[in-house]
């Protein structure tokens, strides 16, 4: 079965910052793209960015509202991948989930999503 | 950035009724649109993608259909389970983007 479980998040002051780790089990980690989205407290979901596999060049991709400032990464021999947040701002507040974008290396939709963890950004 | 914008923001319909969510792009996305299902209190889940072809394990009531600019998400005879909110997103281009959602509510 696959499952994706995030954890890390937490309570911090603005301009602080925060790692969140997403390790999944059930599938060949290395092989996929893994993607982080976030939802604002009653709001919908937004994007965050994206990394690609190893065989695709591992490179990422970023919302303009967090390029910059954060930073996706993966490590394979974990089955985790991480997203490493600087200079968080109030409106950074949100759960933020990870989802598996398959081993297609093109085609980026969400297949499997992880149940989130929460990030609240307050002084 | 391809702006996604999904109407109505909430649709009344009565079990075993039929919804039409729509999704309309700001460029063309070609067929490269998925469609989400959220319920409170639990992540998304992958119903649709390629626009028209079901994840693995998503009811036949579940359809999608349309390209380029203009998407449709059909629900046929609503189930109980399937009051909730609904998502579509592009992966057209980059950045990956989301519409608003449509919540479906029962009438």
């Known amino acids: 079965e696959v499952q994706l479980v995030e954890s890390g998040g937490d309570l911090v002051q603005p301009g602080r910052s925060l790692r969140l780790s997403c390790t999944v089990s059930g599938f060949t980690f290395g092989d996929y793209a893994m993607t982080w989205v976030r939802q604002p407290p009653g709001k919908g979901l937004e994007w965050v960015g994206l990394?690609?596999?190893?065989?695709?060049?591992?490179?990422?991709e970023y919302a303009a509202s967090v390029r910059d400032r954060f930073i996706i990464s993966r490590d394979d021999s974990k089955s985790v991948a991480y997203l490493q947040m600087n200079s968080l701002k109030t409106e950074d507040t949100a759960v933020y989930y990870c989802?598996?974008?398959?081993?297609?290396?093109?085609?980026?939709?969400?297949?499997?999503w992880g149940k989130g963890t929460t990030v609240s950004v307050s002084s | 950035e391809r702006v996604m914008t999904q109407s109505p923001a909430t649709l009344s319909v009565s079990p075993g009724g039929r919804a039409t969510l729509s999704c309309r792009a700001s460029q063309t996305v070609s067929s490269n649109l998925a469609w989400y299902q959220q319920k409170p209190g639990q992540a998304p889940r992958l119903l649709i993608y390629g626009a028209s072809t079901r994840a693995t394990g998503i009811p036949g009531r579940f359809s999608g259909s349309g390209s380029g600019t203009e998407f449709t998400l059909t629900i046929s005879s609503l189930q109980s389970e399937d009051f909730a909110v609904y998502y579509c997103q592009q992966y057209h281009n980059w950045p990956l983007t989301f519409g608003g959602g449509t919540k479906v509510e029962i009438k």
């Open positions: 990394i690609r596999s190893r065989d695709n060049g591992g490179t990422t």
């Open positions: 989802a598996d974008s398959g081993a297609r290396g093109y085609d980026y939709y969400m297949d499997v």
